[in-house]
Structures are given as structure tokens and as C-alpha cells.
């Protein structure tokens, strides 16, 4: 795999360095950095947190973290696994003391001495202001320094605002990363490939010749000892309004003039403003709310939402969403885009289909069936486009079948080689490019359109619906593409 390689020296400070997104994703990503040789040799990692451990407990747990979570086994080349732990260290602080920041400016010495600083919020949001203010207040903070933040930026547009606001008055928006991992997914940005490198697509690419679009990212795994945290979110507010929307616009928007970060976030922007809100009454026909009751999954037995783990507590959140969306623009007029994720389904896999029309005319004395392209984003990326092809047999009239022409990057490319989300976007970050990060308009549109649902589920009281473990979610779901005379694909290339 060809690779421009592009180090830069820099200190990056993980807080909640210790937490689990650090051991169980940003530091494994760091790791596959290390083994294609893109880390500069001075970069150091310094993971901050209230737990009082010592540096060479963090390593350890690092290095186990490595072994449970990284693609590579780490064991397999000590040396590197050597030079990676060895740029670890770890300070303990508390967040919101101001007297805790000085040890961690004392280990920085001079920002300018070596690179910029890379602040990375691994917290809840809550946590983003009180941590930008003491590093301001600590004079540790100047235009070099740069700030990731985790999705979900607040927990509706006005606390969205209110963080965005805040960090804008201390670090430059061109240093803040916003970052949403399923944007640095190879298969994601090959989204921008398959629509602007190729010819045949965009004259395609509308509502004359596409019928409708589904996007569905089903996850086996429950919330377990996440339960608390997740009765204060739900799956709108964990999966829609960051991720399935980003997967949306990039589907959905107009081609950049430009691959900057500038015209891409302009043109998504323009697709989230066209999002027609779903208001009102219209939440109940628009959208099903669901929850996991007891089922299994892969043959295990697995509890219901409201026996999950840390918070085994009756609540009405939602683990499950499904929205009919419409897209009041020229292009996507009358073309509606199916929305759909879940905990506990059947299977772990994120897909987008794009539904073409069927022919106008056809010569055929067997019904033609119409084309679809299928991008399979996870867990083995691919795209099938079925096409009508002739089933061979001596008949006097032609078989047709829908057979997929078939591209798989899981077969064509070594798997270690294709990056993953948070390896992508942490080297993007490291030098400086902000073209896969979201801006605050984007992220605060998209926490307009979802308000909106929320703010219609309280007034008409929408319910959750239950659906068992292991399965596709609840029947209303399939009754939402039903009432327009259509089906979820389900995970299946063959129609049905
Ligand atoms: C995170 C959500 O952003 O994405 C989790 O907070 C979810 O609830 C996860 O499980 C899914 O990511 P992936 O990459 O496994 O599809």
C-alpha cells in the first residue's frame, strides 16, 4: 500500500487516558501508527485522569489493552511494542482542579519546543469546558495547541452551543477536531471515491433513476455496564445525529469543488438544512422508537435492556431508531432515505443500499428486478452492484436473475493494511488535516433536525416499542417501509 508519509512531532494529552475509549481504541490506533512507521520519534503520549496510577501501571494496562484490542498482536514485535510504550506516561489530575493542571504544564515544558499539543477530551461532554477553561487559565493553550472532541458534543443544539461557544473563545476553530470516528472508516471515505472518481454514478445519482435509500448500522453488543450512561442518551442521540447523519451526507450532498475541509463540511452542511424536520405528530409516523427485551444473540442468552448491568432500572430510553427521512432539495426530492440502527440485533453490520428504479420499458416476458448498489462498510467492507443478468438454460424465454458484480477491499487488500477509524483520524489530527473532522454548524444542524424528534416524542408521548434480542428490532419498523410498499434489505443481496 502506497503511503506519503508525513510525520510530525508532537505531545498528545489524552484525558481520561485511562478510560476505556483509550485502552479499548485511541491507544491500539496509536499503536498501528508505531508499526507503519508514522509516529516521529519524539512524540510523546501523556494519558491524564483522576485514577492514581503510576506511569508504569498505564503502561501495563496499555500493553494489555494492545493485546485485547490491536489488530496486531503486540507480542509479536517486542521492539515495537518497546518504542510504543516507551513515548507513554501518565499524570494524575483532576479535571476541574485548577492546582492539578501545573504538573501537567511542568511535563509539557515549552509547547514550542517541540511540536504542537494535542488535547484530547476521551470524557463526557460535560467535562470539555471545565477542562479548556483550566488549560487556558494555566497558560496552556496558544495557537499551536489543537483540541479533539469526542461526539456527542453536548446533548441537544443548546448545550451544543453553549461548548461551542466556549471552546471557540479559547482554541481556533482550524484547532479544533470534532471528531466522528465513523467518518476516518476507509469504507466511509470511499464513499467520496465511488461518487467522485467514477463517471457512471452521479448522472445516476437522483430522483429520476434512484427509487429510495436505506442505511443501516445494527450492532449485536447491548449497552451492558453502559446502561446508566446510555438512559441519559439513547440511540438518536448516540448514533443519529452523529454518525448515521454524517453516513447520510455524504450520500446525499452535491460534489465538492474541492477535496479541502472547507468545501466538504460547506456541502453538508447545505444537505442538513434540507433535512425536512419531522415534527409534531409526524414523529409517530416518521420514526419507531425501540427497546431490547430478552433474547439471543449468536446462540447466547442476553437480558433485557432494563436487566443491563450497572443501572438494572426499569427506563423508557431507546436502543433502537428508525426514521423515514426526506430531502427537500432538487436532487433528492421525493427520494426517501431510510434510517435504522440498534443494539442487540441480529448480526454486527453497517450498510447503505441505494435502491435504483426499475427499467421504464421492458422487452422481457419475466419481470425485471431493479438495480441496487450495496456498500457494506462493516465488518468486511465492500460494494455489489446487482444487475439483471441471464441465468444460462436451454428455456425459450431468458431467466433472469439479479446476480452482484462484486468489489471486496476485505479480499483485495491485506485487512491489517486498511486503517481503522480512530488510527485514521489521530494520524489526521497529528498532521493537522481537519478534512474527515465535523465543524460546530454541522454538528449543530444535525442537533436541530434531532431536537425536533425529541421535543415530538415527549409531546405525543411516542413509546418504545419491544423488540427481542437477536432479532431486526420491532415490527413497527418494518410497518415504517410497509405503509410505503417497501421492505429493509435485512443484511441480504438477494431480492425478495
Ligand atoms: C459509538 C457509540 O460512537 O459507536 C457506541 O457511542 C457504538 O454506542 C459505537 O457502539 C459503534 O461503533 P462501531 O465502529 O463499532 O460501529
Known sequence: MSFSIDKKACRLVLFGGN????????????FNLERKNLLADELEIIGCSRATISAEQFREEARQGLVENATADPNSTPEVTQRFLSRLSFIALDATQPADYAGLKQLLGKPASNGCVIYYLATPPGLFVPICEQLQSAGMVNEQSRLVIEKPIGYNLASSIEINDKVASIFQENNIYRIDHYMGKSAVQNLLALRFANVMFEPLWNHNYIDHVQITVSESVGVGNRKSFYDNVGALRDMVQNHLLQLLALIAMEPPTHLTPEALKHEKIKVFRSLRAIEGKRTRYNTVRGQYSSGDVDGEKVP???KEGDNPMPSDT???VAIKA????????????????????????????????????????L???????????????????????????????LNLVADPLNLSFYDQYDPADIPKGYERLLYDCIIGDSTLFMSRFEVEEAWKWTD???AGWEEYEVPVEYYPAGTMGPDAAEQLLAKDGRKWFNNRYDND
Do not use: C
Open 19 to 30: 478510560g476505556d475509549l483509550s485502552y479499548r481504541k485511541l491507544l491500539p490506533a496509536l
Open 304 to 306: 433485557a435492556y432494563n
Open 318 to 320: 431507546e436502543s433502537f
Open 326 to 365: 426526506d430531502i427537500d432539495n432538487w436532487r433528492w426530492s421525493g427520494v426517501p432515505f431510510y434510517l435504522r440502527t440498534g443494539k442487540r440485533l441480529k448480526s454486527r453490520y453497517a450498510e447503505i443500499d441505494i435502491q435504483f428504479k426499475n427499467i421504464h420499458h421492458s422487452i422481457f416476458k
Open 367 to 397: 419481470p425485471t428486478q431493479a438495480n441496487r448498489l450495496i456498500i457494506r462498510l462493516q465488518p468486511k467492507d465492500s460494494i455489489k452492484l446487482l444487475i439483471m443478468n441471464q441465468e444460462p438454460s436451454l428455456s425459450g424465454a
Open 452 to 454: 425536533t424528534i425529541l
